[in-house]
């Protein structure tokens, strides 16, 4: 079966870090992008960082440049997003989302562009 599992998610202090974690399965996994989404509540859904996953070329939002890390191990087809230094602003249910390729241009952030997506996995940061 195609799909993305998405998980790692949980409650923390700001200040804090946690690591979410994309398993993909069902397609050839270096074929492709992989971008996490982000949608906070009562909000539309917000591109945060990107991998090619051909040659782990990435891309970041600058609200979390500097603060989260995108990295792949492509064994395990698993793609992790690495958040520390985390701001209550940061809540919200995050996805990871599969896209063709990146493109470095403001569409990678266009959730549209994406043609799978996993469940969510919910982050909450607490002041």
């Known amino acids: 079966e195609v799909q993305l599992q998405a998980s790692g998610g949980g409650l923390v202090q700001a200040g804090g870090s946690l690591r979410l974690s994309c398993v993909a399965s069902g397609f050839a996994f270096e074929d492709y992008a992989i971008g996490w989404f982000r949608q906070a509540p009562g909000e539309g859904r917000e591109g945060v960082s990107c991998?090619?996953?051909?040659?782990?070329?990435?891309y970041y939002a600058d609200s979390v440049k500097g603060r989260f890390t995108i990295s792949s191990d492509n064994a395990k087809n698993t793609v992790y997003l690495q958040m520390n230094n985390m701001e209550p602003k940061d809540t919200a249910v995050y996805y990871c989302?599969?896209?063709?390729?990146?493109?470095?241009?403001?569409?990678?952030?266009?959730?549209?562009?994406?043609?799978?997506w996993g469940q969510g996995t919910l982050v909450t940061v607490s002041s």
């Open positions: 989302a599969r896209r063709d390729r990146i493109y470095f241009s403001e569409t990678d952030y266009y959730p549209a562009e994406y043609d799978l």
């Open positions: 991998i090619s996953l051909s040659d782990n070329r990435t």
